[in-house]
Antibody
């Protein structure tokens, strides 16, 4: 069974750093793209960026480029989303999701979400 | 950047009725269009991909149609468990979602 298990909720202050995780199991982790998707109430779903664990090719949405870093550790089948300087506007529910069958395909498997709250 | 626009924002329906949700892309996405269902407190669930292919486990009452810039999700006979928010998403060259249509009980 394909599973994506994300790290727990975080409460941080502006300016702090944060790294959240997404551990894949039940499939070949290096063979499928992983997307990070943010959900903010009233603003729907927004793709932050995607990574291919096989070669770590990474692409970012222009809205998030330079603001976050996506990475993977293949040895433990885990993808990461990282901030070095959090802002209140980074608050939201972040999902990781695996594509359906590789390449240009939609997100078929989703993690449970990680709530990030940034407030002074 | 391709913009996805869904209509209506809210659909008030009764169980057993037929629901029709629309999604428009600002430029052609071919058939690279998916539909998701999201219930409160849950992650989105993939229902339809390639505009009209039901994902594994999707009931047959859900059907998708369209290509290019105009797409439709139809629920032939609403069940109580179908009241939720539905999002369309293109995966033509990126992953962009529509703003969602909430299907609520009348």
């Amino acid at each position: 069974e394909v599973q994506l298990v994300q790290s727990g909720a975080e409460v941080k202050k502006p300016g702090e750093s944060l790294k959240i995780s997404c551990k894949g199991s039940g499939y070949s982790f290096t063979s499928y793209w992983i997307a990070w998707v943010r959900q903010v109430p009233g603003k729907g779903l927004e793709c932050v960026g995607i990574i291919y664990p096989g070669d770590s090719e990474t692409r970012y949405s222009p809205s998030f480029e330079g603001q976050v870093t996506i990475s993977v550790d293949k040895s433990i089948s885990t993808a990461y989303l990282e901030w070095s300087d959090l802002k209140a506007s980074d608050s939201g529910l972040y999902y990781c999701a695996r594509d359906l069958y590789g390449g240009n395909t939609p997100s078929a498997y989703w993690g449970q979400g990680t709530l990030v709250a940034v407030s002074s | 950047e391709i913009v996805m626009t869904q209509s209506p924002a809210t659909l008030s329906m009764s169980p057993g009725e037929r629901a029709t949700l629309s999604c428009r892309a600002s430029q052609s996405v071919g058939s690279n269009l998916a539909w998701y269902q999201q219930k409160p407190g849950q992650a989105p669930r993939l229902l339809i991909y390639a505009a009209s292919t039901r994902a594994s486990g999707t009931p047959v009452r859900f059907s998708g149609s369209g290509s290019g810039t105009e797409f439709t999700l139809t629920i032939s006979s609403l069940q109580s468990e179908d009241f939720a928010v539905y999002y369309c998403q293109h995966y033509e060259n990126w992953l962009t979602f529509g703003q969602g249509t909430k299907v609520e009980s009348k």
